[in-house]
């Protein structure tokens, strides 16, 4: 792994970390000021709970062994036969013989054959995991396949296994301070946090009522085990886009840092899964773009708000390495620590685009107020196929898709504990929300299912948790974001339903939505199979191409009134209107600066037409690349009245 050259100043500090020190003490305050807050006594941490059992590591672990797990193999196998046969000899002549006519839902005419194959086999083995071992197992073959996928690339440096140490107590030092007021308050009246036995009122402080002046929701401390130092281990790793040097890249180099969030639900998955397509997206940036990709603590050994912090803590690494709550060593360098935070782009897929955006509610709510001088947060956001709806309330989510291989729902409603007792599925939201007491027990599960039930009614109204029911205000202070869903997402009203939100509540700010026909869950993973997929990764680096550009004229001090804010600021194309135009497609054309400009370095082409009421760009794309302004799906107060807890009336338009 190739080493920092330029950082042994900065490593000869961690002997002088107050990790160690007495719980009075204050942490050392960084160069910029940040990590200068008091550092308050550690709260009592859970109870200890007897370790798992060898039998229980090994299902955390993805090994399974009990004889309902060989026939669920068993039955697996017969399911892939029986899947292809029904594809090339009931599905296929049908179609054939209606020429095509029900093919959305079924077989997209577009696809290739061994496409269809193959998700068939996909929608069939996804149906069939049903426990949290088997998904391990599923994200430990994820995680042998994906990766091949690299050695067709060249000109990229992938540093694994990067880790340093996280002090818990002072990385959530800035929550504490906005919070004080709060728990301070619920102590007086005599409502206890205790997790074993919380108040009512104290789970209520979880999503305080809508309306002005109404407090901030509170946050449960973690329950995931700690190191007998009160620290952690948060690992990751870089990709960079090296330059070829027998044939430079033409572009200037980039100075963007992708920080990055995988999905799986929450529970599987890592890095390395995503290493493919973060590699295309930083060669789609130019040289010397880089990503660094978050091994964040999964559920259910560490549920919410673990994972959140984890993303602050990576954040912290990359903007603010010498920050307390940091302790790093020589395993952790990278080139050019610290990285300025107004280059930085946070991204994620699936749950890992939930908790990008989690991470940007957390620093604006929790973070900020208490942090002198405030933080840089990034300049843009993409997330694709975000999950912003914990309890699967939305219609896609329930429904079932004939491609969607996304296993769900994810949740149940917080209203209704019969659903919640009686699921035969996975709850992946309870795993997040209050780990898996089979397995490992914690402070919010270790007394049976009314406990459970309790902490999961509360949490799952959380506005960390589903942000796309939060109450009005809570998604101010975003900044310019781009959602990419596809027609057969399960999470594609959770995507539509959050950037109407978004649009709603951060004026001025460039909100886009890329809905992508006949198109799967986190398809821009799979570009092997689909040309849509290499499409969507070129239209999220010309995003951040168009942010960075807005980023700059708002940053000069000499801005130009004479031009128009669309085709100066965000360097936007015009728009010519043709026969096609009048149909809903968009032709676009260059503008003056980009006829001036080298065809090496030419302004993103994107469609900009936007929704009236939330001034969000609604795009269709097709297959082929094509996109024209517009949406498909169930109507936006459909989605909005679909929340079962306060309707409506929650979301003032």
Not at 251 to 256: E, F, I, N, V
Not at 318 to 332: F, G, H, I, K, Q
Not at 355 to 377: D, E
Not at 587 to 610: N, W
Request: proline share 8%; hydrophobic share 35%.
């Amino acid at each position: 792994m190739k080493k920092s050259k330029n950082l042994s100043s900065l490593y000869s500090r961690t002997a002088k970390t107050n990790v160690d020190a007495p719980d009075t003490a204050e942490p050392a305050a960084s160069k910029n000021g940040h990590g200068a807050h008091e550092r308050p006594d550690p709260p009592a941490h859970h109870p200890h709970y007897p370790a798992p059992s060898i039998f229980q590591r090994a299902s955390l672990n993805g090994i399974v062994f009990w004889p309902s797990d060989l026939w669920f193999l068993i039955r697996v196998g017969f399911a892939l036969v029986w899947s292809v046969i029904r594809l090339h000899y009931i599905e296929l002549p049908y179609h054939i013989l209606t020429r095509f006519r029900n093919s959305s839902k079924q077989h997209p005419a577009a696809w290739r054959w061994w496409a269809s194959v193959l998700f068939a086999l996909l929608r069939t083995g996804a149906s069939r995991v049903d426990t949290l071992p088997r998904v391990r197992l599923v994200g430990h073959l994820i995680q042998l396949v994906m990766p091949l996928q690299m050695y067709f690339e060249k000109y990229v440096q992938v540093i694994d296994k990067v880790q340093f140490k996280v002090n818990l107590d002072v990385l959530l030092a800035p929550e504490r301070a906005t919070l004080k007021d709060l728990r301070t308050d619920l102590k007086k009246k005599g409502h206890t946090d205790n997790p074993l036995h919380p108040s009512k009122e104290y789970l209520e402080s979880m999503h305080p009522p809508k309306g002005p002046g109404m407090p901030l929701a509170n946050l449960p401390e973690e329950v995931g085990l700690l190191d007998v130092d009160g620290t952690y281990t948060l690992r990751g790793e870089w990709i960079k886009f090296l330059d070829d040097p027998e044939n430079p890249d033409p572009r200037p180099r980039s100075k963007t840092v992708v920080l990055f969030f995988h999905g799986g639900a929450q529970i599987f998955c890592s890095p390395k899964t995503h290493r493919h397509f973060l590699t295309r997206l930083v060669k789609e940036l130019g040289p010397g773009a880089r990503a660094f990709s978050v091994d964040y603590r999964l559920s259910p050994e560490h549920p919410f708000p673990a994972a959140i912090h984890d993303a602050f803590a990576a954040y912290l690494y990359l903007t603010d390495p010498e920050n307390a709550a940091l302790v790093l060593n020589e395993d952790s360098a990278a080139d050019e620590l610290a990285v300025d935070p107004s280059d930085i782009v946070v991204a994620g897929d699936s749950a890992g685009g939930y908790l990008a955006l989690a991470f940007l509610m957390y620093m604006n709510q929790y973070v900020q107020p208490s942090t002198n001088p405030p933080f840089t947060t990034p300049h843009a956001a993409l997330l694709m196929s975000p999950l912003t709806d914990f309890s699967s309330s939305l219609p896609a989510a329930k429904s079932f898709d004939w491609y969607c291989y996304c296993p769900g729902p994810f949740g149940t409603s917080p209203t209704d504990k019969d659903m919640y007792v009686e699921a035969k599925k996975p709850n992946f939201t309870s795993f997040y929300l209050c780990g898996d007491n089979h397995l490992i027990c914690n402070s919010r599960n270790a007394l049976g299912l009314d406990q459970r039930w309790e902490w999961y009614s509360h949490l799952v109204q959380h506005p960390l948790v589903s942000p796309a029911h939060s109450v009005q205000g809570s998604l101010t202070g975003f900044p310019n974001t781009l959602v990419q869903t596809a027609t057969h997402d399960r999470l594609v009203d959770d995507g539509r339903l959050f950037i109407h939100r978004l649009g709603l509540e951060n004026s001025g700010t460039m909100m886009r939505i890329e809905n992508y026909k006949d198109m799967v869950h986190v398809h821009q993973l799979l570009s092997l199979l689909f040309e849509s997929s290499r499409i969507a990764t070129k239209n999220l680096a010309r995003f951040i191409q168009r942010s960075e550009r807005l980023r700059d004229a708002q940053d000069s001090e000499t801005p130009k009134p004479s031009r128009s804010f669309a085709s100066v600021l965000r360097k936007v194309p015009m728009r010519d209107q043709t026969e096609n135009g009048k149909n809903g497609n968009t032709k676009t054309s260059a503008t003056a600066d980009e006829q001036q400009t080298s065809p090496e370095v030419l302004y993103p082409q994107m469609v900009t037409e936007k929704f009236a009421e939330d001034k969000v760009e609604w795009v269709m794309v097709e297959q082929n690349g094509l996109e024209y302004s517009g949406d498909e799906g169930s109507a936006l107060d459909v989605l909005i009245s679909s929340w079962p807890v306060r309707g409506p009336s929650s979301h003032e338009e």
